[in-house]
């Protein structure tokens, strides 16, 4: 199936392998007149290229985006954004070991059985390199909702058993530590902890946190289109996310309806919310608050150290995965999730445009 | 925009409000040559009926479904499968008060600013009786599914505090008691936790669990039409339903690596794992072991205990909600969670499908 | 596949067959606020029941629509619409006779390989009553384009050899003969020609002309969505069409590029086009001036003569079909296109709305 | 709108402007396995680029393809194939004048007033060079179709006034002409015609014919979705494409039932037709004759001719455009035409085979 697009208005069609030639995306249905150069874009790939910290692969990648149209004299023209990265570092590992078994947590041995054989080559498309696409089309999404006073703020809320404090939450502590992580206490924490991991050859779990700021009230449809359940497959659909709650989550399990709905009040003359347990959302569609949802990620599945699996040949093996692999994916999954988010929030911006008749007439006659 | 359809190949497309004249679904992509009859459908229905318990609203309504085209001498014809239900307790009401405040926890805001007026009539289109329609298509994508020996099992796993003891988990309880349980005496605290939740005029979460066993490998592609992926969306598109976690889900978090991973092992002859951290999906592909998920639902808004809101003049009141609802929505949410699963369940094993070229042409040559 | 929706952000969904229990269509992403009533259909399906006239079928049908859902307080809500029909004329024949074999001109082969097997009464879903939901679906875009100043104006421009004369065009003169013919003198001669046709148990072709009057320029996308390619899939989607061409169509074959290039001028102030060889559209966008086309409609393949076919049991017979049947699709088949291209153009100008940046922003800040 | 892919399960995406940096696109839901190398591509790519014959433009472009990913180890991978041309000449000109005015016959005015601005260097997005990627993501899918025993053919049927004599069809012809006519006499009155029109400034219309072979019964969907109705889509949204008609076309208008109708018969054992008026399409699936269609090409809309337009400003002036342009467009677009067919069918075919119930469990039994 043709299963690597992403958004309906405004959508993403993502391709590349690790370790092929390179790795891209075509942004096509970008409004016209947005300002944009590559450096707008590279600014958010530098979130996410290797290299970066201990905590982060050795791969050595520029990343180096390049827009390849869409854009003529510094604007949008409203065709497809084509953009690409060359993979540089492609050649030089030896690819038969790992060609041979089944790496746990990985999905060879799905791709293989799906489509008769796989490109073994660090990952191929299920690599990480495959979110340079998401992140360079996300780029573009968060300019223009800037543009509209939507802001997306994601970090690293928890690193293994390392959570953040929320009296401490600092978001300009966010980019001053490698883990993304607003509360500097914490960051410390989470640093040890890592090195106690790559140490013992093992990797670590986490939380990604989201808050998007300034969202209009009713983005999102009331029934199959609702803007937490496109947000919740946006996330899902990054690779190692295997949990996506919103609001208060998973607690509203225990908690009870007097406890749980948010009163609605009065605020400067604006309807608003004493809480927001709903976590800015109401009946699938944006109530005006602070929309924020979590994202639990698990730990690296590539380890140093020795894991039972089975060869291509049905043979129970142990393996020690070589090379240096991050010890945790959360810090660079960080911007992939502002990413996802913002194309998620865009896409809805843009078909709520036509909900209302009146509004519609306004438009054309105006 | 047009957002009342779920699926590709196979795609249910819902309609209908709590007070208009009905709620139905056109089941569109089905298969020629299913058997069916409204039986096939209405038993299913049944499981989310209003009345059945002291816990359910007392509303009285058969739900009884009608197949209006699709179908002829017993079997699908491959053409659309319209259904409809009637609504019977559709005029008692004065909803003038309803129609002048915003409910907690409803969508009555949302709509009022995103359509510019709404259908008050016991939340119009975000009733829970607009899962009639998700309940009735995914009928029938179950009895396909059970064709092919694939099976989906969902029950309440917890009510409020209350969690099942899974060394008591027993399938064969779920039908028996009427909170969906698979644990007797997880079941009778649930009643008692309930119990006391109406009499304080409170609403009670919980959370939903689903099990799909017999998949093949590979359902699901690699990057944004992940089976996860897509499963989070279809249950995140429920109404209440505010998280979803697959595998080890959240835990994930603190989890390392070789905690994590599960190990590759043989089987009687097939590939298997020895454990399922991962929950039946690896890069967002169907791994072959039993699938399994759980949804976070809410309590019910709708509670009698007195409640702030504002009113549309924008004037803060105090208001007690009239009429009697379900104290928990999990109970009849689990056939909803066992629909748009199987709905998407079957639409990933169709799209599947075209994956191999060698199994496209023998389709093609046998 | 889901082949049963029509349309992005305003799409129909249709379903029903000609002898099952009625015909409908769900109206998804009709933007709220229209006022709607069951007249505002019912007046454009009254143009292509059938009884009008003795070149149209005697079954006996008032096809009468009922609105379902989507419509409160007589404004449409923004949430589906569903209409349907229910079918009187369904019982009474005897289909063993058709069901033993394959008419000439229609479709029971393809079903009976495609699907297995057929609904062989009067047609299934490929009866012409399939389009009832597609002029349903229409009726309420062309309302909601008479309020954005757009009209549709189709009408019979070809019955078998006789063409209305340009010069003689009377818009008014469609009505007013049961042929939809915008020229008296025409229609008398198409309508003597039809009596002919019915003496010689045989039918004829023709050719339906479409004027879209007020389109801003614009409407449509420079690649695949161009607007004439989703007309013409519009229009080649309804039975017994052959054929479609814009503007010059066919003609521009043997034209040069002087001849066939509309040269721009000004106008009261206006840019615009001192010809239209064009119809309406350049590079796939409407250009401001008339838009028109024509689709060319096969002779109705029922027809009493004597003709060879092959039954199921592969013999090659004579059969006669039995049974009064249009001798010309044309005239019924008016509404309908008036009906596709009115949801083809509709969905054009949502889309449309999102081309532009400061537009978008303007939307919002308004 | 994302309005540059096209195809639901084999979907391509395009990107690029003529004076761009290149010319590109996404293939994605390529079955995995296929043999696929960069001369399976640029054997179709070396058929519409320029410079072929005195009747192309002069531009100076190898148009040679890059595979970018998608493949591995000389087979396609079952992810998105990305392929792109880089464009040499793209620099040169001066665009100051062309950029001041809207030449007739082209899309610049559309442009300017949807998107505010446009990229007005060589036509941009509307530029013929945009069906590179068409035509490169089509020669993927007649690789496909091969495989399968399904070919098509497409050539020249008339040039202006002078079209093919069906007696003297040739198919061997085709390729050895640079007007792809399958008669060689039409050709060579046909290079005179063009010889004319070039010395007067001028350009010619033209009709492509394109024959599919070895369809199997069934391809296409009985209402939206029908076959002749996605070629008609797919044909028309290929530039300068004004018209579109299957089988007898638009000559059903003056047929009766009793000379339209394709009476089946029995041959060699198998149920087929006496005549094909219908083109191989029943009720818009494949009814197993050969499918045949025509396109209506307008006239290369770039004259050297004097034209009168408007300006930028509003002002009515006279312009003679520059450079060496194709004075006919139909040569080149033979293979765009086999390219969209190609796509289109091998969709249709990918959707086929969902459509039994039997055939689904047979499929994943086996």
Chains 1, 2, 3, 4 share one sequence.
């Not at 290299?51 to 180096?64: L, P, V």
């Not at 449809?221 to 609702?226: G, I, L, N, Q, R």
Request: with cysteine; proline share 4%.
């Amino acid at each position: 199936m043709a299963g690597s697009s992403f958004g309906n208005l405004f959508r993403i069609t993502t391709w590349g392998e690790s370790h092929g030639k390179g790795i891209g995306v075509v942004v096509d249905g970008c409004p016209a007149g947005l300002s944009l150069c590559e450096e707008d874009i590279q600014k958010f790939l530098d979130r996410r290229k290797p290299g970066q910290s201990k905590f982060t692969t050795q791969r050595r990648e520029s990343d180096t985006v390049e827009i390849l149209s869409g854009v003529f004299e510094g604007k949008t023209t409203g065709t497809p954004i084509s953009m690409m990265v060359w993979n540089k570092d492609q050649h030089s590992a030896d690819y038969s070991e790992i060609a041979s078994y089944y790496r746990p947590g990985h999905a060879d041995f799905c791709f293989d059985e799906k489509y008769g054989f796989r490109d073994y080559r660090g990952g191929g498309r299920s690599s990480g390199r495959e979110t340079i696409g998401r992140v360079a089309g996300g780029a573009i999404a968060i300019k223009i909702l800037e543009q509209m006073d939507i802001s997306i703020l994601a970090y690293s809320q928890a690193i293994g058993p390392v959570s953040i404090d929320p009296a401490r939450f600092d978001p300009a502590e966010i980019s001053k530590n490698k883990l993304y992580m607003p509360d500097a206490t914490a960051a410390a924490k989470a640093s040890a902890y890592l090195e106690k991991c790559l140490q013992e050859q093992n990797s670590s779990g986490g939380i990604i946190e989201c808050q998007i700021f300034g969202l209009p009230v009713g983005l999102g449809d009331p029934v199959f289109e609702k803007l937490d359940a496109n947000l919740a497959k946006a996330i899902l659909s990054i690779g190692a996310v295997k949990g996506f709650e919103i609001g208060a989550g998973f607690g509203v399990a225990t908690a009870t309806g007097l406890t749980n709905n948010d009163a609605f009040c009065m605020e400067n003359g604006h309807i608003s919310k004493r809480t927001n347990y709903s976590g800015g959302t109401l009946g699938g569609m944006s109530d005006g608050s602070l929309l924020f949802f979590r994202a639990a990620v698990k730990p690296t599945p590539s380890i140093a150290a020795t894991q039972q699996t089975v060869n291509k040949d049905g043979k129970e093996i142990e393996i020690s995965i070589k090379g240096r692999h991050d010890p945790i994916i959360v810090p660079r999954a960080v911007v992939v999730v502002e990413a996802m988010t913002a194309i998620t929030i865009l896409d809805a911006l843009l078909s709520n445009m036509t909900a209302r008749l009146d509004r519609i007439i306004d438009f054309y006659q105006s």
